[in-house]
């Protein structure tokens, strides 16, 4: 169950299996104040890998993100055609998502009147009423891709009348709050590899976040070109960079090649994510069960924490 008490989960900064010593392959883990060889801890790694100061980690990993900034002037131009993205992006998903909204509701409400009628729940409704809200929050990752595409524009957009602006645009014509943490970066990153003293050595974008990369390079052929040939180490080359067309061949296998960690990408996650939004229920008060749908249905907390916790590792 989601109740009002749950906190959406602070992602750590560096996700789990990120940092990692190039030369072993080890990863690291935090200890302390301290990112160290999770074979070390074992007793299973007898290389010379130093421990690395967390605060001296957090300041290597900010001079990257200075290297991948934006030049100054050019963010709007990719924000506009961004924008017509967007809304053919949402009309085709409230076309796509039409029906299975209508579900949810007649569902929810057919199961709310057996539970009114102190009926005993319909174990097909039941099941119906899940399978559709999970379909509904996978559907809603294709969003949450097409977002990772502005993402740039605010986490390596340097330029603070640059970034109002566009936050102001979003907020006023389209009620979306950007984050523009800078550290948000990191969830792009799918391994920063170390030499044996914490250097960042060369790194990995997620697969989902690579094409990030050559969109906003198509746009703005600047960007990245000052990194030695191998400090990243992705390759693909896309044959279109369409996000429609590349969203399209990411979801044939459920999106499970996008990002490291999807709730859609294993039986195991999507397990997990339905019995965290749904065990429990029936043990609720009648009255409680009808809140409960109802809370599930439309822009409520529970919602929302079904959303994000599909993306995170909850
Ligand atoms: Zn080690």
């Not at 509904?136 to 891709?145: A, G, P, V």
């Amino acid at each position: 169950m989601i109740t009002d008490e749950d906190k959406l989960i602070r992602q750590p900064l560096f996700a789990k299996g990120c940092l990692t010593f190039k030369n072993s392959g080890h990863t690291l883990i935090l200890d302390r104040g301290y990112y160290r060889c999770s074979e070390q801890v074992k007793g299973n790694c007898h290389c010379k890998e130093k421990m690395i100061k967390v605060k001296d980690m957090v300041r290597r990993f900010d001079n990257l993100i200075t290297k991948f900034e934006l030049p100054e002037g050019v963010a709007g131009k990719v924000f506009d055609e961004l924008l017509m993205v967007m809304v053919k992006q949402w009309r085709r998903a409230s076309q796509r998502d039409v029906h299975l909204e209508e579900i949810l509701v007649s569902t929810g409400n057919i199961i709310i009147d057996q539970i009114k009628k102190q009926k005993e729940i319909s174990k097909t409704d039941f099941l119906e009423f899940k399978r559709t809200f999970y379909t509904l929050l996978k559907n809603q990752y294709e969003e949450m891709l097409f977002n990772y595409l502005l993402d740039p524009l605010f986490t390596l957009n340097p330029w603070p009348k640059e970034q109002d602006e566009m936050a102001a645009f979003l907020r006023k014509s389209m009620g979306i709050n950007v984050q523009r943490i800078r550290m948000n970066f990191s969830w792009h990153v799918r391994k920063l590899y170390l030499s044996d003293d914490g250097q960042i050595d060369s790194m990995e974008f997620e697969n989902w976040s690579w094409y990030v990369m050559q969109y906003t390079k198509r746009h703005i052929p600047e960007f990245m070109a000052d990194f030695k040939k191998g400090f990243i180490v992705n390759t693909r080359q896309f044959s279109t960079l369409n996000f429609f067309d590349v969203a399209d061949e990411f979801s044939q296998n459920d999106f499970r090649d996008a990002l490291s960690y999807s709730a859609f990408a294993t039986n195991y996650a999507k397990e997990k994510i339905l019995r965290k939004i749904f065990d429990g229920f029936e043990d609720l008060k009648p009255k409680a069960q009808i809140e409960y749908l109802k809370k599930l249905d439309g822009l409520t907390k529970q919602s929302f924490y079904a959303y994000f916790a599909t993306l995170n590792r909850i």
